[in-house]
């Protein structure tokens, strides 16, 4: 077990315990829902490391998963902040009872300005939000362009690192995935020179804007025809973006593969 008295040092043979809080987690009801967060779990666990996962959208869930956790004798040595507010104060109470650490793994879109959900929030929640940030050991946004909007979003920590979402290593494969055939699709040409444009997403326009990139795919429609998008997904805005793509009236031939998971 961890120690439980503030300022001790972990054992050598001691092995890691990492606590992972999480709004957004896949389960039975959404299996896209934080799959960035699962691959982040997977990847530490690969390293042998004991992860725990808290994934809750509510206070009193969130307090009961940690109890158990607790009856289990099972304590972090590091908690991994997912999200700033809706688990800030568990984190902010293990620190301050218990001396550990958390670091924020940040994903958010809601600082961006083209979003803005962040600064609409009652200034109370950004304060509390700062805090948290202020006492994180430090801040691992996801892009370089999300540290910027959470810094003019008034977001402070004295140390930044940009910590890339995990992708499976089968992505990288081409051979073995050259020549899937897509179900009930004939292609527009079977010249090896197209190109398939790939997006997947949970089709959330306020998130993915993904009827910007069906416009931006309807300028190159006019210029060439040399390539084929395949979107793939499902989400809340699934059918607007739908019927948005069929609004565009793409030319004959150009693909656009709608699949739910």
Same mark, same amino acid.
Request: proline share 5%.
């Given at each position: 077990?961890?120690?439980?008295?503030?300022?001790?040092?972990?054992?050598?043979?001691?092995?890691?315990?990492?606590?992972?809080?999480?709004?957004?987690?896949?389960?039975?009801? #959404?299996?896209?829902?934080?799959?960035?967060?699962?691959?982040?779990?997977?990847?530490?666990?690969?390293?042998?490391? #004991?992860?725990?996962?808290?994934?809750?959208?509510?206070?009193?869930?969130?307090?009961?998963?940690?109890?158990?956790?607790?009856?289990?004798?099972?304590?972090?040595?590091?908690?991994?902040?997912?999200?700033?507010?809706?688990?800030?104060?568990?984190?902010?109470?293990?620190?301050?009872?218990?001396?550990?650490?958390?670091?924020?793994?940040?994903?958010?879109?809601?600082?961006?300005?083209?979003?803005?959900?962040?600064?609409?929030?009652?200034?109370?929640?950004?304060?509390?939000?700062?805090?948290?940030?202020?006492?994180?050991?430090?801040?691992?946004?996801?892009?370089?362009?999300?540290?910027?909007?959470?810094?003019?979003?008034?977001?402070?920590?004295?140390?930044?690192?940009?910590?890339?979402?995990?992708?499976?290593?089968?992505?990288?494969?081409?051979?073995?995935?050259?020549?899937?055939?897509?179900?009930?699709?004939?292609?527009?040409?079977?010249?090896?020179?197209?190109?398939?444009?790939?997006?997947?997403?949970?089709?959330?326009?306020?998130?993915?804007?993904?009827?910007?990139?069906?416009?931006?795919?309807?300028?190159?429609?006019?210029?060439?025809?040399?390539?084929?998008?395949?979107?793939? &997904?499902?989400?809340?805005?699934?059918?607007?973006?739908?019927?948005?793509?069929?609004?565009?009236?793409?030319?004959? &031939?150009?693909?656009?593969?709608?699949?739910?998971?």
């Amino acid at each position: 077990m961890a120690p439980e008295t503030k300022g001790m040092e972990i054992p050598l043979n001691h092995k890691l315990q990492i606590l992972f809080l999480t709004p957004w987690y896949p389960s039975e009801k #959404d299996a896209m829902s934080g799959l960035f967060v699962l691959k982040h779990v997977e990847a530490v666990r690969a390293q042998g490391v #004991d992860v725990r996962v808290i994934f809750s959208q509510g206070w009193g869930d969130m307090w009961r998963q940690w109890r158990t956790l607790r009856r289990e004798g099972w304590m972090p040595d590091l908690v991994q902040l997912n999200v700033i507010q809706k688990q800030g104060l568990l984190a902010l109470w293990l620190k301050h009872r218990y001396g550990i650490p958390y670091v924020i793994v940040e994903h958010w879109s809601g600082y961006l300005p083209e979003n803005g959900k962040y600064m609409h929030q009652p200034a109370v929640k950004r304060r509390f939000a700062e805090r948290v940030a202020e006492q994180a050991s430090a801040i691992l946004p996801v892009s370089n362009t999300l540290a910027k909007a959470m810094q003019a979003c008034g977001i402070r920590n004295n140390r930044w690192q940009k910590i890339n979402n995990v992708v499976d290593d089968f992505f990288f494969e081409i051979s073995k995935y050259r020549n899937i055939e897509i179900p009930n699709h004939k292609p527009q040409t079977t010249n090896h020179k197209t190109k398939t444009l790939l997006h997947v997403s949970c089709f959330d326009e306020r998130a993915k804007n993904v009827k910007g990139l069906l416009r931006a795919v309807k300028m190159l429609s006019e210029k060439r025809q040399d390539w084929q998008l395949v979107l793939v &997904g499902t989400g809340i805005d699934y059918k607007d973006v739908r019927a948005y793509a069929e609004s565009l009236s793409f030319p004959e &031939g150009i693909l656009f593969l709608f699949r739910y998971f």
